[in-house]
């Protein structure tokens, strides 16, 4: 799914944010301003667009962890990970989820054992009040890490939607040296990312145009028979990140 201008423009990727609010890395996105509000410029996030894909199609062998906890988005990103079978995080990022993630494969594991438990009918010898806590932990560790359990291992890369809100997640991928693809508006930092995507990241459109277009690129490559990436689609399709 390539995203012409047209195609861009009708989604409402165009729309930045106020002038007042913009991050000085973002000049280098932008078309102009009206009415106080900054406007990207679509045929550099059509490139940038393109590039990403053609990242995200290469990490073959390698999951792309989809991030996105906004209420406005979050269904959308959850829908779009589940159709690309990608692990996701579309709720609030829990601090170490990279970082101390050795910690949290336990946490996830709790929660496959305590389930396939309760599937099995292994729960009846414990209490009425003993079952109820466990039926509230499954809850709660669903809520927190129901995205992350086919993650066995650190991602290869990860989409992040609103690489400001998403800052933590942002900040650990940087540290472990994951690649961050990120949908990004005008007070994004883009020095962090390394395949930014200019455009509005709160418009349910723009959102689900980039998921979809991320989400398909991950399947392409997922039907690739190798189980290491091109070098030449790992560097060559990159455009270079100016922020």
């Not at 809520?143 to 400001?164: C, Q």
Request: overall charge positive.
């Amino acid at each position: 799914m390539a995203a012409d201008i047209q195609t861009l423009f009708d989604a409402g990727a165009h729309f930045a944010l106020p002038r007042a609010r913009r991050h000085p890395s973002a000049s280098t996105y932008l078309f102009g301003t009206k009415d106080r509000t900054d406007l990207f410029d679509l045929e550099e996030t059509g490139r940038r667009l393109e590039a990403a894909r053609a990242f995200a199609r290469a990490t073959v062998g390698k999951q792309v962890l989809f991030v996105g906890g906004k209420h406005e988005v979050a269904e959308i990103v959850r829908a779009a990970a589940v159709r690309a079978g990608a692990p996701h995080v579309a709720g609030r990022w829990i601090g170490g989820t990279l970082t101390n993630f050795k910690n949290i494969r336990k946490r996830i594991d709790r929660l496959e054992r305590l389930m396939g438990e309760r599937e099995r009918g292994e729960l009846e010898k414990y209490t009425k009040r003993e079952r109820l806590l466990i039926d509230r932990e499954i809850d709660e560790l669903l809520g927190r890490f129901g995205g992350l359990v086919t993650m066995t291992e650190l991602p290869g890369a990860l989409f992040v939607v609103d690489t400001r809100h998403e800052n933590t997640a942002v900040q650990e991928a940087n540290q472990l040296g994951i690649p961050v693809i990120g949908l990004s508006n005008s007070d994004c930092d883009f020095s962090l990312i390394q395949y930014p995507i200019p455009a509005n990241d709160t418009s349910v459109k723009s959102v689900r145009l980039v998921c979809e277009g991320i989400a398909d690129a991950y399947l392409e490559g997922k039907k690739v028979s190798s189980t290491k990436p091109p070098t030449d689609a790992l560097v060559g399709g990159q455009v270079p990140n100016k922020g």
